[in-house]
């Protein structure tokens, strides 16, 4: 079955504890996306990678990394975690051509205390 | 900033069809409008996208503006499981897949 899998679905930790929320696609898509959704707020994109070693921002990408060593794989990281990254964490994928749409995980959901 | 402005909610009844909106006012001529809703408890799901004709799949239509500065997505008929937040997006070509997808249009469906 194509999907996004994240992982984990739910996540607390304490702040400054290092994590990584893991994202893998198995549809061989260049374009992976972080995004962020917190009442009120919507979604927001954290970080972008239009393909293996291409990363780029989004609107919010203070205290996130990301890596794309490989391109089924798309890992945030969050060094210093803390409680204002309290969040639901979506990954997606999509092929390069415009004419698909985004395909979304279903999320993680993180505590910071 | 979001590049698209939808109304805050909506609201329909149950077998209805359902006409949901959406301002871009600033689009390029490179964008595509994709549109998306996220169900309670889930990650969105893509509905569909057009560039400048209207569109039809098994989900929704996409009716666009002649000068695609706005676009409708037309549900035909309102089920109960359509109950949603609807999120218009452009995607643009060019290099850059920086997506802003504002807050959505949150719609009710009355049985």
């Known amino acids: 079955e194509a999907q996004v899998t994240q992982n984990p679905r739910y996540l607390i930790t304490v702040t400054g504890k290092k994590l990584t929320v893991t994202c893998s696609q198995n549809?061989?898509?260049?374009?992976m996306s972080w995004y962020r959704q917190d009442p009120g707020l919507g979604l927001r994109q954290i970080y972008y990678?239009?393909?293996?070693?291409?990363?780029d921002k989004g609107d919010v990408p203070e205290g996130y990394k990301v890596s794309r060593k490989e391109k089924r794989n798309f890992p945030l990281i969050l060094e210093s975690p803390s409680p204002n990254q309290t969040s639901l964490y979506f990954c997606?994928?999509?092929?390069?051509?415009?004419?698909?749409?985004?395909?979304f995980g279903s999320g993680t959901r993180l505590t910071v205390v | 900033d979001a590049k698209t402005t939808q109304p805050n909610s909506m609201e329909s009844n149950e077998e209805e069809p359902v006409h949901l909106p959406c301002n871009h006012s600033?689009?390029?001529?490179?964008?595509?409008i994709h549109w998306y809703r996220q169900l309670p408890s889930q990650g969105p799901e893509y509905v569909i996208h057009?560039?400048?004709s209207n569109v039809n799949n098994r989900m929704a239509s996409l009716a666009i503006a002649e000068d695609r500065k706005s676009s409708t997505l037309i549900l035909h008929r309102a089920t109960l499981r359509d109950a949603a937040v609807y999120y218009c997006?452009?995607?643009?070509?060019?290099?850059?897949?920086?997506?802003?997808f504002g807050k959505g249009t949150k719609l009710t469906v009355n049985p």
């Open positions: 997606a994928s999509s092929p390069w051509n415009l004419g698909y749409g985004y395909t």
């Open positions: 549809m061989n898509h260049e374009y």
């Open positions: 990678s239009m393909n293996v070693e291409v990363t």
């Open positions: 600033t689009i390029s001529g490179t964008d595509y």
């Open positions: 057009g560039l400048t």
């Open positions: 997006i452009l995607r643009g070509q060019g290099g850059s897949e920086k997506l802003v």
